[in-house]
Each structure stands twice: as C-alpha cells, then as structure tokens.
C-alpha cells in the first residue's frame, strides 16, 4: 500500500492559522485525498496549526502560497534527500515552476483535481513528468474534501466552497490568473449535502466574491441563502463579497436570515488614486457610497470585516490618519489592513519587477517576507519608515483600550448579538496579538507618531 503525505507548510516568521479563533482547514489538500485511488495511505500535516515532524512516506505532495513556499522547499529537500518522491502545486508554485522544479520532482501549474489521478498513475508506473497542467474544469463533481485526515479538533470553524474564478483581476491579486475570469459554481444541492455533514457551527466560505459579478451569480448567492434557510442549517457563516453586497436589499436580508454573521470586504483604499491604480474599478465607482453601503449591511446585523491597502505608490504621509478616521466612522467591526505585495503571477508583480523596483529578491529565502506585513518595494511618495511608522501609528490607535471599547460597543448594538460581537473581538483580538509581538511595533511605538500623522495637516 503506497504512502501518501500531503503537507500544507506555515510561514517560518507568523501565521494567522495558529490563532484558534480565526483558523479554518485547508479545502486543496482534502480535495486531492479525496481523488486518490482507495488502495494509498494518505496522511494530511496542517503545519499551521500542527508542528511538523518527519513522516515516512512514497510520495509527498506540498502545497504552498508564496509566503509559505521558503518552508515548502526546505520540507520538499528533507524527502528528496531520503529519495522519496516529491510533487508540489498551489499558487505560488503555478506562477514559478521553474523555481518549484528546483526543489521538488514534479510540480503541478494550476488547480491540481483534473490532473491528479494520472499524476499517481504515472507514480506508480515510473514515469512521473516534470509538469502537469491542471485545467479549469466544472465544479459539477468535485468530490467532497477528506476532511476527517484534518487535525479537526483545533479548527473552530469549517469551511467549504461553492465557486472558483473572478473577473476583476486587480493588480494586487493573482486570483484571476491561477482560477480564470470565468466564475464557475458548483451545483446548489452539493453544497447545501455538504454543509449539512460540517459538523463547526461556524462556517468559512473560501470563494473570493460570494456573490460574483453578474446578476446569474447574485442569483446564485441568493438561491443558497435561501436553501439554507428553508433546509433549517443553523450555522454562523464568514463569507467574502464585493462593495456591491451593499446595493441589494434582498440579498441583505436573505444573507442575514441564513446566519451570515461577518462579511469580508475588499475596501482597498479610501484613496481614488489607490483604487485606480489596484484597478479597483468597482470601489473607484463606488467610494462616495462607501458609508451608506455598509451601513446597509451593518443595519441587518451582518459584521463587516473591512480589509485596507495602504502605502502604494499614490499613498502619502496623510492616508493613515484618513484611513482611521474612516474605519471609525464607518464603524467597520474588523479590520485586516495591509501592505502592498507584489505576489508573482499579479499586475503589481509584473509592474515593480520590470521597473526593477523590488528591493528584496534573495529568492527563495526572500519570499517568506512577501506576506503583507512587510515592505519589498519602495513607494513613490513615502519612505519605507513612513508606511511601517503609518501602520503602527494606525493599529495603535484602532486596538487602544478606548477604540476597543467604542467598536465592541457598536458591534453590539449593530448585531444586537453576544456571540457576534464576542466573535468579532476574538478576531480582533488575534489581529492585535500579532502587531503586538511584530517588530515594527517594538521599533516605531515610540516615534512620535502622533505629532506625524495625526496633526499632519
């Protein structure tokens, strides 16, 4: 009986998995034991969530992000020197294969499920390839994910997919180049028998935009809002959407009727210049309305969690101060707010590197330092100090004993739920542990940021 381990590596520096109230399992490894012929032993390592140790094995397959893949390669190396098969995959790896052949025996470009099964054949008949292409293919029969060779004690919420695919192709995000512009959804009944056999009262929804980009796909959304309703699930749901949750009043209630307690938005920036040059085209049309928006959604009870770039090329000195005063004006229940990352496979990328902007580029060691909390490119208009003194100035203040207060306040009476808002604080709560324990909160915490950015006139 072959042995097969698949391994889901952490970032050597932070991981946002090893908080337990934030943490959700990994749905790639899962779907790729789930193709795997019945006669393999299949053992899963979450290494975000798990320590890894050494595990005897035939062939070992490693997934990784780009801030992940430092640690993929070095466990990669571990097995090839034991002569033991290595493959790995996953969106880091689809942008760089020739980086990834490095590393590993065989790489797979793209979502692995189409081409998985002959990638074992092949295995097991001696001729593994190098490459293999994965295609993108309907969702129709996609198997359910092995979710039982999870560590499934340490998750406290499940997770499932519906969709695959997004139009926008930002220039921060390489969504569109790893699944395609085509939104492609998996049958509603499937989805609604799986979530039935999830046994976390709440639920992530892994899609990039739950509600797509055209009125088929708001149709969908709300079809599934409404099956869990009429099926009586009673599960708290994170789902991630566009801005354009906000003009649907139907679609609002549906979310908020089927237990949608936290919505994701990509916000981006308060800045139209920003959001231009993300090509944000949706939030440029969009952020004079920001503040009714999502005041909507709020209005039913749904929390926003608010995600924010700031420190690009068209940020200066002032967009912290007005990025704050906006989150609590808007009242946004979570933030994730981040760097500028110039990930492989995006427009940002292919821009910064071929104006040789990059700074950092001792790949692969640098690519652990390409995770949103680091600057890998200098701005246009900011120092490098600027932004991470910008940040800690702004975290500062949005996880002050007072902000803190006057937010979970708000959660409360907006969500007119306990559990909401304890969830909510939770969450923020595993945010601000990692600022606290970041370096650039102990380097800059001193600096006289105030008198930087709060009185920059």
Known sequence: ????????????????????????????????????????????????????????????????????????????????????????????VSMMPEEALCYSDAVVIGEA?????????????????????????????LPTPRRDLLRSDYYKWGSIQTSRGCPMNCSFCSVTTFSGKRVRRRPLEDVISELEQIPQEKIAVSDDNIIGHSKKD???????????????????????????????????????????????????????DSLKSYQKQINLTRNRRYHQLLSSIRKSGILINGAFIVGGDEDDLSIFHTTLKFIESSKIDILQIT???????????????GDNRILDTDFPKAWMNYRFTKMVFKPHKMSIDDVYEGFTYLKIKYYGFWGTVKRTLATLLSSKSITSTIIAYAVNQSYKKGFLNSEHYKIYRNKGLKRKFQNLR
């Open 1 to 92: 009986m072959p042995r097969l381990l698949l391994i889901n590596p952490s970032n050597e520096s932070t991981g946002l998995g090893k908080f337990r109230s934030i943490a959700w399992p990994p749905l790639n490894l899962p779907y790729l034991a789930a193709l795997t012929p019945d006669h393999y032993e299949i053992k899963i390592i979450d290494e975000n969530v798990e320590s890894f140790k050494f595990m005897e094995a035939d062939i070992v397959g490693i997934t990784a992000l780009t801030s992940t893949v430092t640690r993929g390669y070095k466990i990669a190396q571990m097995y090839r020197e034991q002569g033991i098969t290595t493959v790995m995959g996953g969106i880091h």
């Open 218 to 272: 708001r149709a969908w959304a709300k079809a599934l809002f409404t099956r869990i309703i009429e099926k009586g699930i009673k599960k708290r749901f994170f789902v991630q959407s566009s801005i354009q949750f906000g003009e649907d009043p139907e679609l609002i209630k549906l979310a908020a009727k089927a237990g949608v307690t936290i919505l994701f938005i990509g916000i981006e920036s308060v800045n139209p």
């Open 113 to 141: 499920e189409s081409v998985w099964p002959k990638l074992l054949q092949d295995f097991e008949n001696g001729r593994l390839e190098k490459q293999y292409h994965g295609v993108w293919m309907d969702l129709d029969n």
């Open 339 to 353: 760097k500028p990352t110039p990930l492989p496979g995006t427009g940002l990328w292919k821009q910064l590197s």
